[in-house]
Nanobody, 127 residues
Framework: QVQLVESGGGLVQAGGSLILSCAAS????????MGWFRQAPGKEREVVAA????????YYGESVKGRFTISRDNAKNTVYLRMNSLKPEDTAVYYC????????????????????WGQGTQVTVSS
């Protein structure tokens, strides 16, 4: 089992940056592929980015490519999402998720592929 706690959300002006963190409990964090999802009011939850357990493979949603960067520090049991050039349409609750996987090529991007979820952190981008 792994428990996830997100932090780093807040209010930022358009064009600004934020770094979200997701701290995981347990000693097997390096056995999990990790993902960031977001859900805006009235919209379905969508994948933002995902990363393999080793960090060697990543995936980005089309709307965030070139602006967001996912990374992880397995020694600190933490996955990060650096968000640059933020836009009002990035406003959402951001969730991190974990999927047990020891495949170096496994970068799950669908909600149902993840078993463990954090409680979410609000990101609001003002225009």
């Amino acid at each position: 089992q792994v428990q996830l706690v997100e932090s780093g959300g807040g209010l930022v002006q358009a064009g600004g940056s934020l770094i979200l963190s997701c701290a995981a409990s347990g000693r097997t964090f390096s056995s999990y592929a990790m993902g960031w999802f977001r859900q805006a009011p009235g919209k379905e939850r969508e994948v933002v980015a995902a990363i393999s357990w080793s960090g060697g493979r990543t995936y980005y949603g089309e709307s965030v490519k070139g602006r967001f960067t996912i990374s992880r520090d397995n020694a600190k049991n933490t996955v990060y999402l650096r968000m640059n050039s933020l836009k009002p349409e990035d406003t959402a609750v951001y969730y991190c998720a974990a999927r047990w996987s020891r495949s170096t090529v496994d970068v799950p991007i669908l909600e149902h592929e993840y078993r463990h979820w954090g409680q979410g952190t609000q990101v609001t981008v003002s225009s």
